[in-house]
């Protein structure tokens, strides 16, 4: 199945909305916010070093210099296309969180819902090419027989138990086994230095100029 996925954030991860920054550097979006759907973009992808375009823009209506707009796509052969969204000027999110678009199907949801639906193309209705390009002028249209289904995480021992603070915790509980117990690490080097290749291709093709 080929598909393409979107991850989307906005003022706050995760999430989307608006919110103007105070500050005059720190950064800008993709060094603060964007390590995160960066490296969930990254092992999405799967193995080897995505092609990527960005576009980034200072919008910053209080002076500073950091870019407050970020529209980074990972793509490559075979590979799906996955496009992040990080913008301070969301005030409508455009759907949830996580939406991946397939030939076969889709998902969408955030770190505590997922839906996902799909159909069996070898019961699906047949179709065949239009030649020359139409039947009576019409548009194309079918139906096909969903199937459909959901996750939810269903820990409520904590307001944040599917946030950072559990993440940060399981991140520093194997990194104490790696160095107590000889255990293996969950996240591994090359991934970081996937990452890093990403934000590293993203500034350098959007130079923006230093105000301060």
């Not at 954030?9 to 979006?29: E, I, M, Q, V």
């Not at 060094?31 to 576009?55: K, M, S, W």
């Not at 500073?64 to 075979?78: K, M, Q, R």
């Given at each position: 199945m080929k598909y393409s996925i979107?991850?989307?954030?906005?003022?706050?991860?995760?999430?989307?909305?608006?919110?103007?920054?105070?500050?005059?550097?720190?950064?800008?979006?993709?060094?603060?916010?964007?390590?995160?759907?960066?490296?969930?973009?990254?092992?999405?992808?799967?193995?080897?070093?995505?092609?990527?375009?960005?576009?980034?823009?200072?919008?910053?209506?209080?002076?500073?210099?950091?870019?407050?707009?970020?529209?980074?796509?990972?793509?490559?052969?075979?590979?799906?296309?996955?496009?992040?969204?990080?913008?301070?000027?969301?005030?409508?999110?455009?759907?949830k969180h996580y939406n991946v678009s397939g030939t076969l199907g889709g998902l969408t949801g955030d770190h505590f819902n997922l839906d996902w639906k799909y159909y069996d193309q070898l019961t699906a209705p047949k179709q065949e090419m239009w030649k020359p390009w139409s039947k009576e002028r019409g548009y194309c249209s079918e139906q096909l027989s969903w199937t459909e289904e959901s996750w939810k995480y269903n820990d409520t021992s904590s307001s944040n138990s599917g946030g950072y603070t559990l993440n940060s915790q399981k991140l520093y509980a194997n990194l104490y086994d790696v160095l107590v117990n000889g255990a293996e690490q969950v996240i591994k080097l090359e991934q970081v230095r996937r990452q890093i290749y990403v934000i590293e291709e993203c500034h350098k093709q959007n130079p923006l100029p230093r105000k301060y």
């Open positions: 979107s991850v989307q954030s906005g003022a706050d991860f995760p999430g989307a909305g608006t919110g103007r920054r105070c500050n005059a550097k720190l950064g800008g979006n993709l060094l603060n916010t964007g390590p995160h759907p960066v490296d969930q973009a990254i092992a999405l992808f799967g193995d080897g070093y995505p092609e990527v375009f960005c576009r980034m823009r200072s919008i910053q209506p209080l002076g500073g210099d950091a870019e407050d707009f970020c529209s980074v796509t990972l793509y490559g052969e075979n590979k799906p296309q996955i496009e992040i969204l990080l913008s301070n000027y969301l005030a409508y999110p455009q759907g």
